[in-house]
């Protein structure tokens, strides 16, 4: 018998981006700290420690954005969420102000360098003392506290007001006409 995570990506119909963000679903007033670990304009499939059941009415929320919808099906961790109304991928997968991946996996490689774990800083220092340098330095801090499961399950909403915060200052930098 095939799984139910099997048969729901053989069902898909949009295009799904494959992600790895951190978000909150909510769902009956519970928050619900997860991973979208893929999303397109019609659902999401997330993962995380607890989940609502299915059919449960949800919201998923990542900083300033949100979508309702319902969970689809569960299973062993993860679920899928049927979004009420098609949602703007690029909008939820947009990179706030540099690349946090990018930064993570440089560490990763450093720290697997023989000796090279004594080099390895969490602070990465700004080139100028700038608004931009500060929104960079802001997104960083924000992706570093997201890929520490412990923080996530500890402090999902202070995350997501975390995130906003990086969001509305990109968002300024683009208006002004400042680099980002």
């Known amino acids: 018998m095939k799984s139910v995570v099997a048969v729901a990506k053989n069902a898909r119909t949009a295009s799904r981006s494959n992600v790895f963000l951190t978000a909150t679903l909510v769902a009956s007033g519970r928050s619900y700290p997860v991973r979208v ?32 919808g319902a969970v689809a099906w569960r299973e062993r961790g993860h679920c899928g969420v049927r979004f009420d109304t098609p949602t703007v991928v690029a909008e939820w997968v947009r990179r706030v102000g540099y690349s946090g991946q990018e930064q993570v996996d440089k560490m990763v490689r450093l720290v697997r360098l023989p000796g090279a774990a004594d080099e390895v800083s969490g602070v990465t220092p700004a080139a100028a003392d ?31 007001v975390l995130d906003a915060i990086a969001q509305r200052l990109e968002k300024i930098l683009r208006a002004s006409g400042e680099p980002s």
Do not use: K, W, Y
């Open 130 to 160: 700038s608004i931009d340098a500060i929104a960079r330095d802001l997104a960083a801090a924000c992706e570093r506290l997201a890929c520490i499961p412990e923080v996530v399950s500890a402090a999902p909403e202070e995350l997501l």
């Open 37 to 68: 670990r893929n999303i397109s304009r019609g659902g999401a499939l997330v993962d995380a420690a607890e989940l609502p059941d299915a059919g449960s009415a949800v919201t998923l929320q990542r900083g300033s954005l949100s979508v309702q």
